[in-house]
């Protein structure tokens, strides 16, 4: 059940995020991400594709990636059990399954950004 939305922009600039890319790479074998989504929404459209790409530029390994395809009613796999409610939502856990640090929509900088800046402060 992947995303093509997930599927990592061709054009995202590693060089420019790159504090946030190192943080992730910091991270890459310890934490696990996953992704709530719909090919069909676009603020899913805009902001999968460069957070895929950071995930890539990480080295992160796919099976540290969880990707959950929900359908046009925000149904699928987990969204109870997380309280998804908007989409993307990224929730970033241990292998224990504890919750770090949860990206939703609305936040005002990208994914990748926003997540790292979280995991500094969180695991410090």
């Given at each position: ?13 590693a ?8 943080t ?8 696990v991400?996953?992704i709530w ?6 603020d ?6 460069d ?12 099976d540290?990636i969880?990707?959950?395809?929900v ?5 699928g796999?987990g969204v ?5 409610e908007?989409i993307p939502t990224?929730?970033v856990?241990?292998?224990d ?11 005002d ?7 790292a800046?979280?995991l500094?402060?969180e695991?410090?």
């Amino acid at each position: 059940m992947s995303l093509e939305t997930m599927r990592p922009n061709p054009t995202w600039d590693a060089a420019s995020y790159e504090e946030a890319v190192d943080t992730l790479e910091a991270h890459n074998d310890e934490l696990v991400y996953k992704i709530w989504g719909g090919d069909w929404c676009k603020d899913c459209r805009a902001l999968l594709p460069d957070f895929g790409a950071a995930l890539e530029a990480a080295e992160v390994p796919d099976d540290r990636i969880e990707e959950v395809n929900v359908d046009e009613d925000k149904q699928g796999p987990g969204v109870e059990a997380y309280d998804i409610e908007y989409i993307p939502t990224i929730v970033v856990e241990t292998d224990d399954g504890e919750e770090i640090v949860r990206f939703v929509e609305e936040e005002d900088v990208p994914p990748a950004v926003w997540l790292a800046d979280q995991l500094e402060r969180e695991l410090a």
